[in-house]
């Protein structure tokens, strides 16, 4: 058996299964054995590779400089050129190297652009609570902003002077991510998340308001958007309070419904910047 032979064809073998398992990373696939066996194989390319350049040097050579006035070639200068513009196109996440980066995955996502190197898009998760209780229909509509990753909303109605009735929308978990926002995008596409309890001096005003802290949905705040069915008991003149905590900060959106005045409500907060619309309609 030739040695030139078996690195020549280990090196096209891995070369083959490092571009399949490369484009299934690129369109965000990412199963731990599709990056195990992208890792390893990259290891047993680079190693065999070593070996091709050491028994290929001289030609190299040749390819680089000419022999007889040792003056460096225009094709290495082209090569070393076309190697150096990436390099520093994708260290530095310059235009198109960025997007090109990520287009795969967010073609897979479905991401609708992007802003700030993040994926952007508009979808919608639907909600039932309360459903077993009888009173108003509460139909809302929560757009969250697309800096806010791993929220915590709490939703409850109170009469005109303040005071608790009922809860809207409670989570009875929180979703831990590892810190940074580009890990918690990262954690959340590949679903390496972790929940816990749901503690209600997380939520100061609502726990300060509630007479009622069991929580009334068994899983935790969506990360995307979402539509909220719901009920309530209140009457025809009362307030919807909504607590939005992401990222150490925490808002307090308010919204007045008078049924006499119309049915459709807009739930506000001063200054607020955690959600983009918070609009609510009784049937």
Do not use: C
Not at 93 to 117: A, C, M, N, V
Not at 157 to 173: E, L, Q, R, S
Not at 209 to 237: H, M, Q, R, S, V
């Amino acid at each position: 058996m030739k040695k030139k032979n078996i690195i020549s064809l280990s090196i096209a073998l891995a070369f083959l299964f490092l571009a399949t398992t490369g484009l299934l990373l690129y369109f965000g696939l990412k199963p731990e054995f599709v990056t195990s066996i992208h890792v390893l194989l990259g290891l047993v390319f680079t190693s065999f590779a070593i070996f091709h350049i050491k028994n290929n040097w001289p030609s190299l050579k040749g390819y680089s400089k000419e022999r007889k006035e040792g003056k460096i070639k225009k094709e290495f200068l082209v090569a070393a050129v076309v190697v150096a513009v990436f390099l520093l196109g994708a260290g530095f996440s310059l235009p198109p190297f960025e997007q090109i980066q990520h287009f795969g995955e967010d073609l897979t996502r479905g991401g609708g652009g992007r802003k700030g190197g993040r994926v952007e898009k508009t979808s919608f998760n639907e909600i039932v609570t309360n459903k077993d209780k009888q009173g108003k229909v509460i139909q809302l509509i929560i757009q969250k902003n697309a800096e806010v990753i791993t929220p915590v909303i709490a939703i409850w109605t109170a009469d005109t002077a303040g005071n608790f009735i009922d809860n809207i929308f409670v989570p009875a978990k929180t979703i831990e991510v590892s810190s940074g926002e580009a890990d918690k995008r990262h954690a959340l596409f590949e679903g390496e998340i972790e929940t816990k309890k749901f503690e209600p001096v997380m939520m100061p005003g609502w726990q300060s308001a509630a007479k009622d802290t069991a929580t009334n949905y068994a899983e935790a705040t969506p990360t995307e958007n979402f539509f909220l069915d719901t009920k309530t008991k209140a009457g025809d003149k009362f307030q919807l309070m909504m607590e939005v905590k992401d990222n150490g900060k925490t808002e307090l959106y308010k919204g007045m419904v008078d049924l006499a005045k119309g049915n459709v409500i807009a739930l506000k907060a001063a200054n607020g910047s955690l959600i983009v619309r918070a609009i609510a309609e009784l049937q």
